[in-house]
């Protein structure tokens, strides 16, 4: 139905803009100089405000409407059944519309299938009205661009107007998401705050993490929501990574800029890209198939016992994902420090280590912290290798060949789990917005980092 | 402005510190110094000059080795640093630029303390047993510098925030501390106000008494004002070289006339 | 006091050129661990992709064996309509297992048969509908018909379950059958090398007894610990427990590994044969044995196919040995006697796999393809470009040409820079809170992959096309503006299209993250079992990466080698989308 109401405006609109541009070469009788915009503009003035103000209606009608039919919906169920909570209700909606879209639901009942004949009626009235009030509106809004039509008309400057309008509009685009992240992630949390009787505490600093086990009549238990065991875990592989990144990215970023020959350059850099190109699934994939039983094995083999899930595997894994972002982000910053320090350095009879280490690190050195700081926030987002290859129970320990678990293991395990989506959806969420937090707090700090350090420099 | 004064208080040494024979010097393809002999002497003050793009800067990159550190650069003919063949295999070019320090065009503190700028050349070069020995080096060199009055009581602050002409004679003090025989001066000049210049030029002909300084200029005033030997360079060739007030006065070539009357530059 | 041209002096002599040679020494080293770095980034390249490579050539060929199957008209098509409906609904997966049960008649029992059954895809009886379907005529024939191989029969042939060795014979072999086995005897010790095996094979067992009895010992020196520092006397009765028990443990494993020890290193001496030990399997006058009890000369064995004639010192012998012990692998000592036989009969056949290229989802290792993944990529695609291409390219040119420079428009530049580092788990929340959550798109469908991929990648092409407009030199911008051309004409007419090949490159690299990504998908859905190959962007779907995510989990060992051939894939067309980025930037590249 989007898809045929979608088309049908663009035909009104285009029909809109054939109308206008013939209509203004007819006013000035085929001389087009005199007017003040070409007959283009007509025509492209009349296709914007048509096809505009018949999609927005398309989009807020039909959205507004569908909306209303679902409270009218719920507010049938409840009526009929004042008894069940607000869930089973939903549950019993999303039924009727499985039955109406003879789809398979869960469960059937007359009153789902009264509710489904509802709906498809309901339904039938919301395309066929929204369609019509939107090819209505844009029909209106092409015959005021077209009666607008005249000599003096600056069709122009107005549809170059709202060309402006929507690139802005674009642009908003960008900030919405932003909004809806953070709406959307603190809308959930608060509801599971709520969950625990505002409990915070329990969540930040306890240390007993199967929020599933505890669930009653949709309600947790504020003891078994201690998100410490996660942070640990998440902070244990970050810091392997970290390890394995760190020196190899940043000795790869010095040897690339201050030692390497441009032969060495030229299939040493594309490799790095290589490795910064590779999806994420497909280092788990590497982790749990390749690197973990070579761990394991080898630890069996001088007596250690290591976890087949061990955050050893996934965190040099997920080092190995992060080398080329610190040694791409720290060769930009080495690169940038200015040859004259270079000069300065050599000309004083230092050798190029000496350089390097006295005078082009500590000069690039909060260009390498930000590196680092961006490295860690990806390391602690990442989500694939952890969910490949690291362990899924909650475990409070600093052993890195024992399996721990993750933030982001949890989100995933919390929405593909097989528990009521709104349940699982609370600690999910909250789980994410903490993430979306600390991620965003180092993702500024490192932008401004660099911000000052490019202002020394330029 | 010619300090007619200084001119005949020249006195030279005539003692040879830096000789060069057949120097050619090829940027990838360009052969950007053409059979170049030269013979600086000690304890004096040499100019390079001629108009820009002459190889002036890319010979002095030459004597202390500097070229090394571009990998389109190459460098043949002998030049000799007191009759040591100084692009000898066995001589190591770190150990030849503490012999012959180099002071750039631009000023170009690290971004450390005044006090680390100067004390980094002895460091590394382990010129000083202990830390008092060292603030001696370093108040020595800022003294030779004219700068230690400047900043004595800021020795903690960074050297990037002094004035441009306080930044070149900490650079001049820098090179100073490593305690060099030579010392190499690329246009030190030409990112200073008159009034900065006139300071380092001063200090340059106050280190005269202790260093063999080759300084390359393109002011032709400049050269007069400091150095007692020039060297006029055209298009990677060495025109001419000879006491200035010869050159200045007097140049055997008509190249160096033009440039000297303003024709070429 | 510090004589400064003293110091001089310091740079040349002995001491300066020790000196100097330990900062060389310093600089190599630096430079060294540069060398290490970028050599440990190689080496974990390497392994990364000759590990899935290796593994995903398994998947490149498929087996099949063929067996006569009896097409029954009674059992397909009663009444002769040859109506390829009725066809279909026949029971062709039990005139398979017939075709098995007639093949080899010998296998009885309820375990046997499924072993049997196990020998050929459950996919095959639907392949002989379709083509009974299709050629209603071969009803009642039995034809020579080319079953697909199970994935363990495959894998077998593949080699994955070990080596099957097979020993030399020279004596002349006797068989004397009986009520319950076979007894068999070779006229020279032939069964020795093979005994040899078996016994080789005892030594790793006792190696494994004595790593668990060196654990238990760990166990054990723990516990007296615990004992000597206990403090309670409920304290000192658990760990005094523990430690007999774990005593006890460690006395029993290391007599065992003992046991195996001397029965290895005994050049003689029968062996029983069990699960835990390498099979022996003997194939004569066109039967097969299973040894049980192996001696230099003579073993005992179960009769796996019974043979055709009697075996009374026959020249023409096989005697396989197998590298794991049944319980080590899973295909059983029955289906490779089976799968031998098939083979000898020339009935075994590995072609080509291009059942991976071409079809969907599926449970059976042996029938699972990429393409519907491959299809549900380019849907998803499809709609990232579509939503991601025209905003990012708008706003780029909004904020390049027309934002004013002020507070706001900083605001959504720090905004945008953001948003690029946000973990991607966090878009897969929004998209399945908003847009299934609000606006109702359809879950698992490409549409909804795609809105939440667009406005991931749609920081990456703002800030490539920005970078590409600003590119631009402004003196084309005055030229336009000269000639009386509007702002917007000449950013649309002028510096867009020279803008053009910057912003498609940055484009293709979004994109190609895009395809790579993986978690947001599994949050909004994708990663459902969808066997149907999607024909539009409202239809259930998945997607490469979520595939490959799905197919590692599997537990079926066949699993393994599609699941890295699907990498493969996936690694391929980034490969291609790069190489293309990288050429429109040669190709268009201007410097001003």
Known sequence: MLFLGFFAILALASAAYVLARNRASAVVGGEVSRLHSRPNYHGFLAFLVAAIIGWALLFVVGGVWGILIERAMMADIMAALPEVSPIEAELILSDAHAIADSGIASKSGPLRDEIAAKLTSHSALHDYGTLLLAALGAALAGFWAYSNVSEGWRARNRSENIVRRILAFMTIIAILTTVGIVLSLIFETLNFFRNIDWQVHKYLFGTNWSPLSGVQAGKLDPDKVGAIPLFAGTLLITVIAMLVAVPIGLFAAIYLSDFAGPRVRAWAKPMLELLAGIPTVVYGFFAAITLAPFLRNTGESVGLSIASESALAAGIVMGIMIIPFISSLSDDVINAVPQSLRDGSYGLGATKAETIRQVVLPAALPGIVSAVLLGISRAVGETMIVVMAAGQGANLTANPLEAVTTVTVQIVMLITGDTEASTAAGPAFTLGFTLFCVTLLMNVAAQRIVRKYRELYD | MMNDMRITERTMSNEIKIAAKGVDVFYGDTHAIKDVDVEIENKAVTAFIGPSGCGKSTFLRCINRMNDTIDVCRVSGDIHLEGEDIYAKDVDPVQLRARVGMVFQKPNPFPKSIYDNVAYGPKIHGLARNKAELDEIVEKSLRRAAIWDEVKDRLDAPGTGLSGGQQQRLCIGRAIATAPEVLLMDEPCSALDPIATAQVEELIDELRASYTVVIVTHSMQQAARVSQKTAFFHLGNLVEYGNTDMIFTNPSDSRTESYITGRIG | MVDMTALTNMHSGSEASRRIRKRRRAETRLKAYGILAIFLAAVALIALLSSVIFKATAALTESYVTIPVKLEVAEIDPDVTNDPRIIRRADFSGLTKDALKTRFPDAKGRTTRRELYDLTSSGAAFELAEKVAADPDLIGETIDYQFLASDVTDLYLKGDFGEVFDKPTNGKLTVALSEDGARLSSSVNDFSAALGRVKDGLIDQAKLKRQQAQLQENGVVFFENALSDAETDAEKKQAKAQLVSRRAARDALIAEAEDLETRSQS??????????????????????????????????????????????????????????????????????????????????????????????????????????????????????????????????????EFAPKNKITDFIEVNINNLAAVPSIVFGLLGLSVFLGVFGVPRSAPLAGGIVLALMTLPTIIIASRAAIRAVPPSIRDAAVGLGASPLQSVFHHVLPLAMPGILTGTIIGMAQALGETAPLIMIGMVAFIVDIPTGITDSASVLPVQVFRWSDFPERAFEARTAAAICVLLGFLVLMNAFAVFLRKRFERRW
Not at chain 3, 293 to 308: C, G, K, M, N, Y
Not at chain 3, 347 to 363: C, E, L, M, P, Q
């Open chain 3, 267 to 400: 050049a003689s001496g029968a062996e029983d044969l069990s699960e835990s030990n390498r099979s022996v399997l003997v194939r004569a006058g066109g039967g097969w044995f299973k040894i049980t009890r192996l001696d230099t000369a003579r073993a005992e064995a179960d009769v796996i196919i019974q043979p055709s004639e009697s075996i009374e010192n026959v020249d023409e012998w096989r005697l396989l040995v197998t590298e794991l012990a049944p319980n080590a692998r899973k295909v059983s000592d029955n289906q490779i006697a089976w799968i031998e036989e098939l083979r000898e009969d020339g009935n075994v056949a590995t072609v080509f796999n291009s059942r991976f290229f071409t079809s969907g989802d599926s449970r059976e290792p042996e029938l699972a393809g990429i393409w519907g993944a491959v299809v549900g990529s380019f849907w998803t695609m499809v709609v990232t470009f579509a939503l991601a291409f025209p905003v990012g390219v708008l706003a780029a040119i909004y904020l390049e």
